[in-house]
């Protein structure tokens, strides 16, 4: 049978703003269609099976075309995500990610664990009985901040200078509002001129951390250009933060919004610490979509997708979707449905970086917390994620006892 033309497909509304109906939008149209036209014109891929092909050499990257479609051609914003790793393809990718992977993968982090739980340790003993605290800001942004600052070899003194660099260079990735674009631009410039002192330093008096081992990669390999380096790094700070920061918010919320397998956690944390997060991660997906758009005419679905559709591959789908997980819309700790590669991460190339760093946080800080402050209560509203395709916590106030 002839493959059907994209317009035949049933247009839905967009998915709702922010919060749990999201998930309830994508169960009734996962039902119905397995592609859903917005109102937008945006291909929308809603099954778990189709992500692999979806993220394989059928499709790419998008590059700079949302920054050009917003008119901005040169200068700090259009750099940046011109030599970002997650914005190119094929043989570029590839020299951009190599130096990053090596230094990320998962028998080198392991390292971090102690340190992880000793910063978790001491911002939850220090708000342990104080009261309602604003769990977002104080613990867990401060876990990836102070993190990836020892990583980079960064004083904590200039954590709270270069958080402000990084809400502005995020916001540079997106939809930039009407007359941000000045104080974005000088943003970056401050955080370029930051992250080329660290590199230098490290060039002079080379220590034996990341820093200086990416430094002597990407002099020995020639491969990477003097921005492209300094980008990676600016893009590692920035992949790492919200991402985790919302994550660990997530899980927790769904941890205490579940007293019995809060109770079971708080009673074996170690056993099962690596359960909660995976089954967190999948209940909550803070990454709610992916993009890419298709090379060549491509048959999914019983579907002709032609060369140089965008087509959005939401996450947040994908992790519940029946055919993989049985009884998807329950947060179950147990489930023994998970696949080997969980898709909060992605898939494909560009399959998350710092996968094995997040775990370590994530694990870290809710151990710490089912240890040290078993009694900890949410306070007023629970959070919720908001609207975006990287989501944030809406807020989250809690008391740690
Ligand atoms: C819970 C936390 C995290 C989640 C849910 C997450 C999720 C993701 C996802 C879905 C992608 C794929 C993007 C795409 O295909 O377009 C990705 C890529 C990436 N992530 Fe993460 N991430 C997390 C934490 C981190 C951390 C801690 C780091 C580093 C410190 C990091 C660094 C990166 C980088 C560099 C890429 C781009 C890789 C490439 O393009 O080859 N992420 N992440």
Known sequence: MAPRALDELPLFQSPP??????????RRARAETPFVRDPNGMLVALRARMIETLV??????SETESTLAQGITEGPIFEFVADLVVCANGETHRRRRQPIARPFAFKLIEAMRP?????AAELVQERLHAGPIDFVSEVA???PARIIADVLGIPRSDVSVFMQWLADAGEALGLIAEGRRPALEASLNAFNAYVDGLLLER???PRSDFLSDYVEATAASGELSEREIRAQIVGLILAGSDTTRNSICMILNALLHHPEQWRAFKADPDGL?????????RYEPVVTAIGRVVISDLELEGYLIPAGTPVILPIASMLRDPEVYADPETFNIYRTDHPRWSFAFGAGAHRCVGEALARVEMEETLTTIARLAPHTA????????????????SQMRLALA
């Open 17 to 26: 703003e922010g919060g749990p109906a999201v998930y309830e939008y994508f």
């Open 56 to 61: 394989s050499d059928k499709t790419r990257q």
């Open 115 to 119: 340190k992880a739980g000793a910063i």
């Open 141 to 143: 942004e401060q876990i």
């Open 203 to 205: 060039r002079k008096r």
């Open 273 to 281: 610490k690596r359960q909660v997060v995976e089954e967190g991660l």
């Open 378 to 393: 949410l306070v007023g509203e629970a959070p919720i994620l908001l609207p975006g395709p990287i989501r944030s916590v």
